[in-house]
């Protein structure tokens, strides 16, 4: 396994969850076991989480989400504990220890913010502990549905964002799907998957529509939008599918896997 990079690695409602909304357990598990693994080789690993308000729409017994903002930001309170309670616990199987960071715009937008942010990283993962890392529903729900504040607003992007202040040399993005298409594969059955992106262009983008699960909050455009920072920032981005985890360690390893946005060079 290559070893002493710097990875973050992103997972999605639809990687974390059933269809019923709750939580995978059997994927859970080995997704942490697999990072515990790519970590004990010698990788920094940060992860970027979500499923709170699935997790806490289960915890509280609901039948589905809410839909009164209000309700929405305290059940993602209720849902992260747990979460945040299930990865300690899955993680400390393998010796390894989390830490739990939650983020809103403003602590990436402001200068001294993100600095501070980006040392507390560099202390954690000194130390050899993963931080887990999720957009504080409870706090910044209000600034993106009131359109105040528009930097997060989903999780592709905010994984883009941590690599970029980690200084990470690779992001993975776990999805429903096994990385970009041509044409949508769930309506045109003969579109080709293409592996490896250099550039953001507008045919790019024509490829790219549509939501993703109707769990999670990310179609391709977000992850698209993830792989320009990535490009832009001398970081690789790979989207796969979550249904084989052990994609991780070919990734993490240089093979072909799902869709590489390479990072542009710095001249």
């Known amino acids: 396994m290559v070893k002493g990079r710097r990875i973050v690695v992103k997972l999605g409602t639809s990687t974390l969850t059933h269809s019923s909304?709750?939580?995978?357990?059997?994927?859970?598990?080995?997704?942490?076991r697999t990072i515990a693994d790519i970590q004990g080789a010698g990788n920094d690993v940060i992860v970027?989480?979500?499923a709170a308000i699935s997790v806490g729409t289960a915890k509280m017994g609901l039948p589905e989400r809410p839909k009164d903002l209000k309700y929405k930001m305290a059940i993602a309170a209720v849902g992260q504990a747990r979460l945040m309670h299930i990865y300690d616990t899955l993680f400390s199987e393998y010796s390894r220890t989390v830490a739990q960071i939650l983020l809103t715009?403003?602590?990436?937008?402001?200068e001294a913010d993100s600095k501070y942010l980006s040392n507390t990283f560099q202390a954690l993962l000194s130390m050899g502990v993963i931080p887990i890392v999720n957009e504080n529903d409870s706090v910044s729900s209000v600034e993106i549905?009131?359109?105040h504040h528009k930097v997060l607003g989903d999780n592709d992007t905010l994984s883009a964002i941590v690599a970029k202040l980690c200084g990470a040399d690779l992001l993975i993005i776990m999805s429903d799907i096994e990385g970009l298409y041509d044409a949508d594969p769930r309506k045109f059955p003969g579109a080709n998957l293409i592996h490896e992106v250099n550039e953001i262009t507008p045919e790019i983008i024509d490829m790219a529509g549509g939501a993703g699960s109707s769990r999670g909050t990310g179609g391709m455009m977000t992850k698209l939008a993830a792989a320009k920072i990535a490009i832009d920032n001398g970081f690789d981005m790979v989207i796969t599918n979550n249904d084989n985890i052990d994609n991780l360690y070919d990734i993490v390893d240089g093979k072909q896997v799902g869709?590489?946005?390479r990072r542009r060079e710095k001249c």
């Open 21 to 32: 909304g709750k939580l995978n357990y059997q994927k859970m598990e080995k997704i942490v």
């Open 48 to 50: 970027v989480t979500s």
């Open 105 to 110: 715009g403003d602590n990436v937008e402001d």
């Open 259 to 261: 869709t590489l946005f």
């Open 145 to 147: 549905e009131s359109g």
